[in-house]
């Protein structure tokens, strides 16, 4: 018996297969953000042709039910319009938003030097009137805001940085331009309301719930060179966090290894 087409419509005015994968993953309790499997093992799954299946992907992606991503680690995703923000890893915002099929924007907002205030030389283990270089950032993902990021890193260790291009991946420059590699990253998360400036910047109302995020990243030789101040939408924004108990073995060969 044939399986139903992508186009032919149900009851409730969508394609029966449209329907029934929305069946599908209620039935099964998928969570924005869960594997529902790869193209392939679905068509199967379904008894239909991947044509097929992907009309009724690109109808469900449209719709925001569903996220199609690319690679190793890619397939089809339960999806509630959300960027996912992974915890665990040092993978660069850029990459990691690309790897959701996403497009990302960064508008560098300042990048200058100045003489480092008491958290960020104790947070980078510098001198009190160390020479430290700032960097603020707005992300944007498909033309809206998400993120509004700071950054202070040792003059000594990253000359000129702020002349350097920083609109895509800042550990990338570190790597490539100054043979640093960031290799963990310690961070605390809460949320708080947008102040008015933040508000204006990521053109949200005040008082719309961020997710803040401090962060101290370490270099190969456990040197801190980087104190960050990040604020996130939380209405754009889920996190995602592995944890690996004790064994560290297992936790060096995870995935990602480049976060700014």
Known sequence: MASPQAGAHGDGGEPVLVQRFREYCSARLLRPGERIGSERSLAEEFG???TQLRSALEYLEADGFVQRRLGRSGGVFRDNGRIQRHLNTVQG?????????LTMTTVVLSADIGLSQPDEARNLSIPDDAIVCRVTR????????????????????FPRLWERDLTESLYEVLRTQFRVEPDRADESLEVVPANSDQAAVLAIEQGQPLL????????????????AHDFFRADRTRVHLQKYGTNWKRALR???????
Do not use: N
């Open 93 to 101: 915002v850029p990459q990691m938003v690309r790897e959701q099929g």
């Open 48 to 50: 239909t042709t991947r």
């Open 212 to 227: 803040e995020i401090w962060r101290v990243t370490y270099d190969e030789h456990d040197t801190p060179i980087e104190f």
């Open 138 to 157: 707005l992300r944007l993902v498909e033309g809206v805001s998400w993120s509004l990021d700071h950054s202070v890193l040792p003059a000594s260790l």
């Open 254 to 260: 995870s995935p990602g290894r480049d976060k700014s």
